[in-house]
């Protein structure tokens, strides 16, 4: 006795509904994945601007993130591909006819198998970034955020040199007309003398009409004004703009509230040098 016949006329109806079912479904696994990889590449874009607001002392790097984020959607652009070619496949043979055996998808044991290693390295990934959040060391020092600002320092990454975030400062105060009194040079006066520091450059700049109100109203801040941006450069290589933490001068001298927006331009100057 023959076994059993392999081939037929034609596929039925249902059958092709189901295949275009499936892709459907692959279509949307694969988009899934396109846009939880976009969010996960901005994820350490995300945690970086964190630490900026919270004026975390130096800013650690999270380019992982931006990897997984790339895997994955690199895996979805696969899946869109792939389970394409798988449809076109499919549809021929029922076009033909024959029979297709059912068989456990290879390309769903996979993507299981794929997105549990993913997610069992983010697990890692996300610990590890935990467990080395509380401080980082800088110039041999353990400094926390919150010892930073306790000594009433506020510390922002640059992403240019020294000699660049100083210019690029100059140009902004001078756009907005406020008086630049001074530019003091630290690693360049060290270099006169023959010694060698990395660069240091303090940059002294105010406006009489935003200064003298704080200062009939609380003497003492004279000892703070001008403003006053430090750029410097650490151990590593990796730029800063530090300055006076505003609500340690307002506590330390007793300033009303309402007369701190005079100086408050020093945080958004910081921000923008550092851009």
């Known amino acids: 006795m023959n076994g059993p016949t392999q081939m037929r006329q034609s596929a039925a109806l249902s059958d092709y509904l189901a295949a275009e079912r499936t892709l459907l479904a692959w279509i949307r696994t694969g988009l899934a994945l396109m846009g939880f990889g976009f969010v996960v590449a901005r994820f350490g874009l995300f945690l970086q601007q964190l630490q900026i607001i919270e004026h975390a002392p130096s800013a650690q790097s999270y380019g992982l993130s931006l990897w997984f984020g790339s895997i994955l959607i690199a895996m979805g652009v696969a899946v869109h591909v792939f389970s394409g070619w798988r449809f076109a496949q499919l549809a021929r043979k029922l076009d033909r006819g024959e029979v ?7 390309q769903a044991v996979a993507m299981a198998f794929f997105l549990g290693l993913v997610g069992l390295a983010m697990v890692i ?45 100059q140009a902004i105060l001078h756009s907005k007309g406020v008086t630049v ?45 001008p403003l006053k941006i430090l750029v410097w450069e650490d151990a590593e290589g990796k730029v800063w703009v530090s300055y006076n933490d505003l609500a340690y001068l307002q506590q330390r001298h007793d ?20 851009e």
């Open 255 to 274: 300033v009303p509230s309402e007369l701190m927006q005079n100086i408050a331009v020093v945080e958004t100057l910081a921000a923008k040098a550092g």
């Open 181 to 225: 009194f001074a530019l003091v040079d630290h690693s360049g006066e060290a270099a006169k003398a023959g010694l060698k520091m990395r660069p240091t450059k303090l940059l002294i700049f105010g406006s009489p009409k935003a200064g003298t109100p704080l200062m009939i109203a609380a003497p003492s801040i004279a000892i703070d004004l």
């Open 100 to 106: 297709t055996r059912s068989y456990p998808s290879i």
């Open 125 to 169: 990934y996300l610990i590890s970034i935990r467990s080395s959040a509380p401080s980082h060391p800088v110039n041999g020092q353990e400094v926390s955020t919150t010892s930073t600002r306790d000594n009433g320092i506020v510390n922002s990454p640059s992403n240019h040199s020294v000699d660049q975030t100083v210019e690029k400062l």
